[in-house]
């Protein structure tokens, strides 16, 4: 007989990132479809639902068929208050709130209002990035402080030349950020092969 059950590679060690968007998908999912979610992200992410089980009650995530409140966040803290998540799905008044956070920050600061947000409110940079790229936001350069200056603030000028390096710093994060984790969907389906390979021989 053969031992063919071995689809799903063991021994992989996930980043709180990967763990984050399986039990981002879980959630999505029940809060969709009432329950299912486990066994969806087992095929979708080729991880046994065990081990999904065990991330999903570390990150304290409710049980399928609980309804998702989203907006469940305490006054005054809007995004900030909650224990945000890649998945979670985030009102324009919301998002409006960190695009308006990050342009007052560079207003005053130069540049830095999206790690900031991004730190502030539990976010990635690149769901910042998105939010102000759908608002139409300026991006963090010299203009913008200027213009703060010339209503009255203090806010010395930043080189436009420096704002763009640290914009395109922030992009290469993203891109890396990106390609590590398809790199790590990569190596996670080469372990699955290989573990297969090895069963049959």
């Given amino acids: 007989m053969s031992n063919k059950k071995k689809a799903v590679p063991t021994g992989i060690r996930y980043t709180e990132a990967q763990k984050n968007e399986v039990v981002d998908f879980v959630i999505q999912h029940n809060a969709k479809n009432g329950r299912g979610g486990q066994s969806a992200a087992a095929k979708q992410f080729k991880i046994t639902p065990l081990t999904i089980g065990a ?30 998540k890649k998945g979670m799905r985030y009102t324009p008044e919301q998002k409006q709130e960190v695009v308006d956070f990050v342009s007052d920050y560079n207003a005053a600061n130069g540049r830095g209002g999206q790690s900031q947000a991004a730190k502030k409110f539990n976010l990635s940079v690149l769901t910042v990035s998105s939010w102000l790229k759908a608002a139409g936001a300026p991006k963090a350069k010299g203009g913008a402080a200027q213009t703060t200056a010339a209503v009255g603030s203090s806010a010395p000028a930043v080189p436009a030349s420096l704002l763009n390096k640290v914009s395109s710093l922030i992009e290469l994060s993203d891109e890396i950020r990106k390609t590590e984790n398809d790199l790590a969907r990569l190596k996670a389906r080469f372990d699955s092969v290989k573990d297969s390979v090895r069963s049959v021989i």
Wanted: proline share 10%; hydrophobic share 30%.
């Fill in 55 to 84: 991330w999903l009650k570390a990150a304290g995530a409710p049980s399928p068929g609980k309804k998702i409140k989203p907006a469940t966040r305490k006054a005054g803290k809007s995004v900030s208050g909650s224990n945000s």
